[in-house]
């Protein structure tokens, strides 16, 4: 499956407590900080393509735009997440300019550990309080000051992870549109070449099927509000119906309409 972008996550903070589920995630990648607490159970994940292993008591930790994947192996793990901008205050230099050797703290279970994963968790369910992200983001600040000292950093390929990453930004901000690889590249300044090679080298896939991954993804979540497949094919970025229902089947194993009719059903 080619990777995901989840580019509306950005800017947002997040915390989340699942009591016995760890969904299967694919490769994805987005801007924010992702930190995950596995509390019971274990996992296999992805970093960069680079598999690990999670056990219980163990935290992932993944940098802003690293490329991910994690699902559950043993049992039904409870679990924490963490999700937040890279420019939260104090860490901002580090997110933009390091990343870590390994992404997983191992043994990190203790009481006062639990005890902030679950405040951060409650806080961001208060709906009733406008002081939320405040208080969200005050839990994510005091577990990184626990968390940080204990990652051994390295300083980024500046060149490469910034091409790369601008090179996906740059789709997922624009896949609405009609782009092309040749017109990226222009722009960029690189090759197009070069830039179908760090598809099919860095991400696994090839530039189109990245774009219309993009585009059905979208449409899925059109689709759930409109009755108007035509609009939603040239809202999503495809250049014909034709083409919409091709792709579209191609990638969810229905047509636009069987999959709008499906979830109306069960609504």
Request: proline share 6%; glycine share 4%; net charge positive.
């Amino acid at each position: 499956m080619p990777i995901q972008y989840q580019h509306k996550l950005h800017g947002s903070f997040h915390a989340w407590h699942r009591a016995d589920n760890l969904p299967k995630m694919p490769q994805h990648m987005h801007r924010n900080v992702e930190i995950i607490y596995l509390k019971t159970g274990s996992a296999t994940c992805t970093v960069d393509l680079v598999p690990y292993q999670l056990n219980e008591g163990d935290i992932l930790f993944v940098f802003s735009e690293q490329l991910h994947s994690y699902e559950t192996s043993v049992g039904n793990p409870e679990n924490y997440a963490l999700l937040f901008p890279p420019d939260i205050p104090i860490f901002a230099d580090v997110f933009s300019t390091m990343l870590p050797l390994s992404p997983v703290l191992h043994g990190m279970a203790s009481e006062e550990m639990d005890a902030l994963f679950k405040a951060a968790h409650k806080a961001n369910h208060n709906k009733s309080s406008e002081y939320t992200k405040g208080a969200v983001m005050g839990y994510i600040a005091v577990i990184l000051t626990k968390i940080m000292p204990l990652l051994e950093l390295q300083p980024k390929n500046e060149l490469a992870n910034n091409i790369e990453y601008t090179l996906i930004r740059y789709c997922a901000e624009n896949y609405t549109k009609p782009i092309t690889l040749n017109e990226i590249a222009k722009k960029f300044g690189y090759t197009p070449e070069y830039f179908s090679r760090i598809f099919n080298e860095k991400y696994k896939t090839s530039f189109t099927n990245f774009i219309n991954s993009l585009r059905v993804e979208e449409a899925k979540s059109l689709l759930k509000k409109s009755d108007n497949i035509t609009e939603v094919a040239f809202a999503c970025g495809f250049s014909s119906i034709r083409n919409f229902n091709r792709v579209f089947k191609q990638k969810v194993g229905k047509t636009p309409y069987e999959y709008r009719k499906a979830k109306k059903d069960v609504q």
